[in-house]
């Protein structure tokens, strides 16, 4: 646990705001890479615990959600989303990581590259007042 926060901590303390996030991105697949059996120990810790890695992705989303809440303020945007983009980016590379721990028949940097895209022009494109998308056909209320 202390590792993959030390190696996502490090990532995430210099560069913009893009870097940051694609290198945190890689630095967490990197980890599945490399410590494939603790990554395993760390998804499979008992429901409720408050252990393993849900604290791991506690940690790292309220770090992650410090940076979101400066670019957002810079963004002219409302900080107090921060915490929802920081936890639903960290959900999204962790279950790719348990996906790509299974199907390692891409190399980690294509997956790490792929899944930053995703974030990244997501996160370019946040509207000030996200709205759902007005229903369409003839649909059953």
Do not use: C
Request: aromatic content about 8%; glycine content about 8%.
């Amino acid at each position: 646990m202390d590792s993959l926060v030390k190696r996502i901590a490090t990532q995430i303390a210099t560069g913009s705001p893009r870097q940051r996030f694609e290198q945190a991105v890689l630095a967490f697949l990197t980890y599945v890479k490399d410590e494939p059996d603790g990554f395993s120990v760390l998804t499979r810790d008992a429901p409720g615990t408050g252990t393993g890695m849900q604290s791991v992705i506690s940690d790292l989303a309220d770090r992650v959600g410090d940076i979101f809440e400066q670019q957002l303020k810079h963004a002219g945007l409302d900080t107090q989303v921060a915490p929802i983009y920081a936890h639903a980016l960290i959900g999204m590379v962790t279950l790719v990581g348990q996906w790509w721990i299974e199907n390692k028949d891409l190399d980690v940097e294509h997956v790490a590259k792929h899944v930053a895209a995703i974030g990244w022009m997501g996160l370019r494109h946040i509207p000030k007042s996200p709205e759902f998308a007005p229903e369409t056909g003839n649909l059953a209320p």
